[in-house]
C-alpha cells in the first residue's frame, strides 16, 4: 500500500458523517456527560468556575444549588434530545453545507433552550 493510500478516506464513509450532521452528534454526547458530571460533582459554593453561573443563579446560596441541579437535568435531556435529532440526516440527505448549518442550529437551539427554561424554573422557584 502506497503513501496515498494510508490517508485515502473512503467516500461513503463521509458521506455518512456529513449526514449524521457530525456537530449534533458530538455536541449531544459532550452535553450529557456534561450533565452527568455536574449532577455527580455539583460546586458546593458559588464561583465564577465551574457549574451554571448567571446572574440570577447566583444570588444566594439557596438558588445556586437549585440552578446546578436542575440545569444538570435539563443538560441531559437536551442532549439526548440533540443527540437524536442527529439521526435526521440518516433520513433526509442535506447537502454538506446544509447539514453543517442545520447541525449548528440545533446546537445554539439547544444551548438558548438550557439557559431559558432553567432562568424559567429560577424565576418560578423563587419568585421576587
Known sequence: MGPTNVFRI????MELLNSLLLS???TGPIFIIAGILTSKFPPKSINSLYGYRTASSMQSQERWDFAQKYSSVEMI???ILLT???TLGLIVDFGEVTAVLIGLGFV???A???IVRTER????RFPE
Open 121 to 124: 424554573a429560577i424565576k418560578s
Open 108 to 110: 445554539l437551539l439547544v
Open 10 to 13: 473512503d467516500c461513503d464513509a
Open 84 to 86: 437524536v435529532s442527529s
Open 77 to 79: 435531556r437536551l442532549g
Open 112 to 114: 438558548v433552550l438550557l
Open 24 to 26: 449534533s452528534a458530538i
